[in-house]
């Protein structure tokens, strides 16, 4: 099992930036995958999550912002981040649990991408 994180950058507050997760090993159709974030001195938080059978789930401060999607084709799931804003800087990590549901806690999840470092400045 592989999942390799793309498309992280320096964006000014405002902007948008979509995250790629591309996956092998798996369907991504089969478990869930979920984006967790860990800021400089923070915990690693739960961001997104998708199910399974394609339910999605957010944390309180990115609803509305930011979008979870799978594409079966490319074996991807995407993280579409609009209106960014400086709290939104972090390293975002793609996860998957080896189960079909979503959870919040990191530690339910086994298999991590290296990472992609979202920036954005005010």
């Known amino acids: 099992v592989q999942l390799v994180e793309s498309g992280g950058g320096l964006v000014q507050a405002g902007g948008s930036l979509r995250l790629s997760c591309a996956a092998s090993?798996?369907?991504?159709?089969?478990?869930?995958i979920a984006w967790f974030r860990q800021a400089p001195g923070k915990e690693r938080e739960a961001v997104s999550c998708?199910?399974?059978?394609?339910?999605?789930d957010y944390t309180a401060s990115v609803k509305g912002r930011f979008t979870i999607s799978s594409e079966d084709a490319k074996n991807t799931v995407y993280l579409q981040m609009n209106t960014l804003e400086p709290d939104d800087t972090a390293v975002y990590y793609c996860t998957a649990r080896g189960a079909s549901n979503c959870r919040r806690d990191s530690r339910q999840y086994f298999y991590w991408g290296q990472g992609t470092q979202v920036t954005v400045s005010s």
């Open positions: 090993g798996f369907t991504v159709r089969v478990y869930a």
């Open positions: 998708i199910t399974s059978d394609g339910r999605s």
